[in-house]
């Protein structure tokens, strides 16, 4: 069965410092690879998506970049972390068209 | 542009009253629709979704939603609510051409009165 690792579960970083965040999909060859930020009142924030490896799908402009290294593993990097970085971080995959995405269980992101 | 809106941010309902969360959505063609659960501080879990044929889905734990493409829209629906319902929904459409693209909506913050 297919499984999704996300780590770590919470993160407390200063401004200024870098960051990566990892996520790995077991079970499963070539999945779409999805980054999103949940920031309070907000809703899912898509941020990066991936249909391959070095294929990756910017939705907004930010501080932030994705990177896909290998076909199972979607990093989420920044270079200096601003406060307004701070939230909730979830990878989910996905399996092809018509099919539903299934997400890790996120990284707490608090940026002091 | 492709949205989702979930126009109720908050939701109270007292147990065993009946719940309808709503969901619309503006895309170019009609896309896959889902609704997803989140408990405080977890992932995603799915509820139940929508690909084609019949326009009333049935999900998990006593949820179905209705697709009306005439309004755009893709209500959850539930008769009886249970106090361990109280979570946060939200409502996702996926695009069916081959940018995979996923989004969602702001999320419906379900309160349950005992």
């Known amino acids: 069965s297919q499984t999704i690792h996300q780590w770590p579960a919470t993160l407390v970083q200063p401004v200024g410092s870098p960051l990566s965040l990892e996520c790995t999909v077991e079970?499963?060859?070539?999945?779409?690879l999805y980054w999103y930020r949940q920031a309070a009142g907000r809703g899912l924030q898509l941020l990066f998506y991936?249909?391959?490896?070095?294929?990756i799908s910017s939705e907004v402009p930010q501080n932030l970049s994705a990177s896909r290294p290998q076909d199972r593993q979607f990093i989420l990097s920044s270079k200096k972390l601003l406060l307004s970085d701070s939230g909730f971080y979830l990878c989910a995959w996905k399996q092809g068209l018509g099919t539903e995405a299934f997400f890790g269980q996120g990284t707490r992101l608090t940026v002091v | 542009a492709q949205s989702v809106t979930q126009p109720d941010i908050h939701i109270t309902v007292s147990e065993g009253a009946s719940l309808e969360l709503r969901c619309n959505y503006s895309?170019?063609?009609?896309?896959?629709l889902f609704w997803y659960v989140q408990s405080p501080g977890q992932g995603l879990q799915l509820l139940l979704k929508y690909f084609s044929g019949d326009t009333l889905v049935q999900g998990i734990k006593g949820f179905e939603a209705e697709f009306k493409r005439s309004q755009s829209s893709f209500n959850l629906r539930k008769p009886s609510v249970h106090w361990s319902d109280a979570a946060e929904y939200f409502c996702?459409?996926?695009?069916?051409?081959?940018?995979?693209?996923?989004?969602f909506g702001s999320g419906t913050r379900l309160l349950v009165r005992p």
């Open positions: 991936s249909v391959g490896i070095g294929q």
């Open positions: 996702a459409v996926a695009s069916r051409d081959s940018s995979y693209k996923l989004i």
């Open positions: 895309y170019g063609a009609t896309p896959y």
């Open positions: 079970g499963t060859s070539n999945p779409n």
